[in-house]
Nanobody, 126 residues
Framework: QVQLVESGGGLVQAGGSLRLSCAAS????????MAWFRQAPGKEREFVAA????????YYIDSVKGRFTISRDNALNTVYLQMNSLNPEDTAVYYC???????????????????WGQGTQVTVSS
């Protein structure tokens, strides 16, 4: 069982930065692949970024490549999402998620993740 708690969301102007954190409970955090998703009003939840159990490999959707960075600290049971050059299209509730599926692959579907946080709101003003 893994419990996830996000923090770090807020209101920021276009071009600004935010760093999201996701703290995980449990002693097996380092065995889970982690990801960030987001959901804008009236839209489906979409994959943003994923990181391997070791933290050595990452995967991003095209729209955030070069602007967002996912990282993790297994000693602290925490995964991060550094978001730079934010624009209004990034406005959404951001969720972290954990999967114990095959660690050879990255997963982008919500159905592939076992555990979810409650979400943190990110609002980017123009």
């Amino acid at each position: 069982q893994v419990q996830l708690v996000e923090s770090g969301g807020g209101l920021v102007q276009a071009g600004g930065s935010l760093r999201l954190s996701c703290a995980a409970s449990g002693r097996t955090f380092s065995s889970y692949g982690m990801a960030w998703f987001r959901q804008a009003p009236g839209k489906e939840r979409e994959f943003v970024a994923a990181i391997s159990v070791s933290g050595e490999s990452t995967y991003y959707i095209d729209s955030v490549k070069g602007r967002f960075t996912i990282s993790r600290d297994n000693a602290l049971n925490t995964v991060y999402l550094q978001m730079n050059s934010l624009n209004p299209e990034d406005t959404a509730v951001y969720y972290c998620a954990a999967t114990n599926k095959n660690k050879k692959y990255f997963y982008t579907r919500t159905a592939d993740y076992n555990y979810w946080g409650q979400g943190t709101q990110v609002t980017v003003s123009s």
